[in-house]
């Protein structure tokens, strides 16, 4: 099981120093001390197992395709060289 460390109100994921997963619950929460010993206020994040994280807490928004003018549908930590509404994403 892996868990990840997002921020409650953007659902965005925080990662950590090398990775975005943690192995444990346990190395999730040592991420949120590290956190907290640089000032960030922790009681913004919060720590969820993977899968759940993908099924019920990550947020999609609605952006407009730059080709074809259409909205879609896609995840909040989609990178923005990845997403479809960016010109970095068409000129690769």
């Known amino acids: 099981m892996s868990y990840v460390v997002y921020n409650v109100q953007s659902t965005r ?7 975005l997963y943690f ?3 346990g190395a999730a929460r040592a991420q949120l001390t590290r956190m907290g010993k640089q ?4 009681t913004e994040y919060g720590i969820a197992e993977i899968n759940y994280y993908y ?28 997403s479809p509404s960016s010109e970095s994403y068409w000129s690769m």
């Open 55 to 82: 099924q019920t807490i990550e947020k999609k928004v609605t952006r407009v395709n730059l080709m074809t003018g259409e909205e879609y549908k896609e995840s909040v930590n989609t990178p923005r060289s990845c």
């Open 23 to 25: 192995k444990s619950h």
């Open 39 to 42: 000032g960030l206020d922790i």
């Open 13 to 19: 994921i925080i990662g950590g120093r090398n990775t």
